[in-house]
C-alpha cells in the first residue's frame, strides 16, 4: 500500500542551526502539507503546496520557514534558525482527492 | 475560536465495554469530517471520510456517522489494541481543502 514516508525518523539541532525535513509523498497525489505537533498539543497546519508553489500557509509559518519540491518526488520543510520552540513532531501529508494522508513524522528537537 | 471540539479529553474501556467518542464542529459550510487514529510517536492513520448528515462509515469494530452539528465515533467491544489517540479533522466547502483538526480522545482499553 502506497505510503508517505519521512526522512529522519529523529533530528537533534542546537538553536539557531538550519534543518531540511524530507518527504516523499504518495506518488500520485498533487497537493502536498506540512503538519507540526507540540507534545500534548493538537496538529496545526503550517503550510500546503499545490502545482509547485505555496496554495496557503498559517501563521506559524513565518519567514523562518520554506517548502521546496526539488524534483518530482521529494517534499522538503526547511527551517533556517532553528529556535527551542520548534521542537515538535513535523508531518507531512499528501493527498488526491479529499482524504490526506500523513506520514509517520520527524521528532525535531532543538537544543 | 476551536473550530473542532472533541470529547472526552480522555477516555478509559474495559476490553468489551462499547464507547462512543463525540466531534462537534462550528463552520459554516462542511466538506468533509474525517477521523484518524494517532499512536504514540506516529503520524496519524486515515480511518473514515464522512461528507453528509446521516452518513455512517464502518471498519472493524469503529462506526463513524455523522450529524448537522457533530459526529460520533462508535466504538463496539474495543480490544486493548484499540487503544491510540483518535483525531477529528473538518474541511471546508468553498475554502481550501485543508483539514483542521481537533484535539483528540485518548483512548485506552484495558484488558
Known amino acids: 500500500e502506497p505510503e508517505v514516508t519521512q526522512t529522519p525518523s529523529h533530528q537533534v539541532t542546537q538553536m539557531g542551526q538550519e534543518v531540511i525535513l524530507r518527504c516523499v509523498p504518495i506518488?500520485?497525489?498533487?497537493?502536498f502539507y506540512w503538519y507540526r505537533q507540540i507534545l500534548g498539543q493538537k496538529v496545526e497546519f503550517l503550510v500546503s503546496f499545490y502545482n509547485n508553489e505555496i496554495s496557503e500557509k498559517s501563521e506559524i509559518f513565518d519567514d523562518q520557514f520554506s517548502v521546496e519540491r526539488p524534483d518530482g518526488s521529494n517534499f522538503t520543510l526547511k527551517i533556517r534558525s532553528t529556535k527551542l520552540e520548534d521542537s515538535a513532531m513535523y508531518f507531512c501529508a499528501s493527498r488526491r482527492s479529499t482524504e490526506a494522508f500523513f506520514g509517520q513524522g520527524t521528532r525535531l528537537t532543538v537544543v | 475560536e476551536d473550530q473542532v471540539t472533541q470529547s472526552p479529553e480522555a477516555l478509559r474501556l474495559q476490553e468489551g465495554e462499547s464507547s462512543s467518542l463525540n466531534c462537534s464542529y462550528t463552520v459554516s459550510g462542511l466538506r468533509g469530517l474525517f477521523w484518524y487514529r494517532q499512536d504514540p510517536g506516529k503520524g496519524p492513520e486515515f480511518l473514515f471520510t464522512l461528507y453528509s448528515a446521516g452518513e455512517e462509515k464502518e471498519k472493524e469494530r469503529l462506526k463513524a456517522t455523522l450529524t448537522k452539528k457533530e459526529s460520533f465515533l462508535h466504538i463496539t467491544a474495543p480490544k486493548p489494541e484499540d487503544s491510540a489517540t483518535y483525531l477529528c479533522a473538518v474541511q471546508i466547502s468553498g475554502g481550501s481543502y485543508i483539514p483542521t483538526f481537533g484535539r483528540g480522545t485518548s483512548l485506552i482499553v484495558h484488558p
Open positions: 506518488s500520485n497525489h498533487l497537493y
